[in-house]
């Protein structure tokens, strides 16, 4: 690849199986409906939201969730959500990114104008309208280009509290007299049973569970129920692990819910965050736990901005963990987690992975392949087979372009 390599990876076929609907709304689409609805923002201009909420840098978890608070109350409407999922789709494809598994929390969205099938259906119309738009272009339909598809990933909350929505509010009212960690267990096993139910009768590409929020404290065992309901009803599942916990977290993940994926995975390989006294020969606890999630395929989804930015130890993005997930040959997929908050894109997220991890040839190809091989895609096994064929088909002939 001798060519200019910011132009090779503009051209090739991108995916992201790692992207927050909440953290990717464009700004000034923010600015537009929070005029509409008389909602306040600490600034109603792009440079300003630019400064105070979705900076370069964050200080902390904290401080990057902040951006969160601004986006939410803009999307309590089916008309809003549906121009949100529109305009994210479009964002996407503009890209060069054919695929992608968009995640939310549909429990935050839900009010006394909208159910939780109502949240679904609004975003999955404007996902199915830009799709259907793209994949009328001349180029699609001849199979020059690769068709544009999506799937949607449902979040539980692992934590929430007053305020966070008004379906929580009532659910913490109605269940008050129950311990937190067991109403958390049941809004997500809620979560399960509705995204089973709207999938199946509506048709909605809802292809997975996911669990979000707060990690620390916050165990993964606790909605092992929910987990259990998705994998009896032919539900992928992904989680949020070993971003703000260690490797214990990791590893209740993968022995409790039995997740296809974990997102981040970031604290995979550190000792210093095994807080467990009875784990002594904790090499051998580490070694084991990677070639376990090795050996089982279980795909991490990698977010290096986005981790850069909420992991106040990680002061050089060359000391991220990624580098030990090539060297143990793990199924890894480059991802973006959040647009906007974190300013970036899966062209952006490539790049750095390419300058920092030396990430080329056959290695950069595995990384692309696995976004494709080891999504949730909605089709069939056939035809996520063929897909799976012309994105490798394509790709391998813009990289013999490119070498030339």
């Known amino acids: 690849m001798k060519k200019n390599l910011l132009e090779f990876i503009t051209k090739i076929p991108k995916s992201d199986l790692h992207v927050h609907l909440d953290g990717s709304v464009r700004i000034e689409t923010l600015i537009d409906l929070s005029k509409q609805q008389n909602l306040s923002l600490p600034s109603f201009t792009t440079a300003g939201l630019n400064e105070l909420v979705f900076k370069d840098q964050y200080a902390n978890l904290v401080e990057y969730l902040q951006g969160f608070g601004c986006v939410l109350p803009v999307m309590q409407t089916p008309e809003n959500l549906e121009r949100i999922g529109y305009e994210f789709a479009i964002d996407n494809i503009n890209e060069g990114v054919c695929y992608v598994e968009v995640r939310f929390a549909p429990q935050l969205h839900i009010n006394a104008s909208q159910d939780i099938d109502q949240v679904l259906l609004s975003i999955n119309k404007g996902l199915n309208k830009a799709k259907t738009e793209y994949n009328q272009r001349p180029e699609v339909k001849s199979k020059e280009l690769p068709e544009f598809n999506y799937g949607i990933i449902a979040c539980a909350m692992r934590f929430f509290g007053k305020g966070y929505s008004k379906f929580y509010d009532h659910f913490l009212e109605v269940h008050k007299h129950s311990s937190l960690n067991s109403i958390f267990a049941m809004a997500s096993y809620e979560l399960a049973k509705s995204c089973v139910h709207i999938r199946d009768k509506y048709a909605v590409p809802i292809v997975a569970l996911d669990i979000a929020g707060a990690e620390a404290g916050n165990p993964p065992i606790h909605h092992k129920q929910a987990y259990h309901f998705a994998h009896e009803n032919f539900m992928y599942t992904t989680v949020h692990a070993g971003e703000a916990w260690g490797p214990e977290s990791i590893h209740q993940a993968v022995t409790e819910l039995f ?33 376990y999630i090795a050996d089982k395929r279980i795909t991490i989804e990698v977010c290096l901005t986005s981790n850069t930015q909420t992991i106040p130890t990680l002061k050089n993005i060359k000391d ?61 096994y056939s035809e996520k087979r063929n897909y799976v064929k012309q994105i490798v088909e394509r790709y391998e002939l813009l990289e013999k372009h490119h070498a030339n």
């Open 320 to 380: 991220h963990s990624f580098a030990k997930m090539l060297t143990n040959h793990l199924s890894a997929t480059i991802c973006t987690d959040n647009r906007v908050v974190s300013k970036t894109n899966v062209t952006k997220e490539l790049m750095l992975a390419i300058q920092n991890f030396n990430l080329t040839g056959a290695a950069l190809k595995d990384v692309i392949v696995y976004g494709f091989k080891r999504s949730f895609y909605p089709g069939s």
């Open 259 to 291: 997740p296809d994926r974990i997102g981040h995975g970031f604290y995979m390989f550190s000792k210093d965050k095994i807080s467990d006294p009875k784990i002594q020969n904790q090499d051998a606890y580490i070694n084991n736990l990677v070639q």
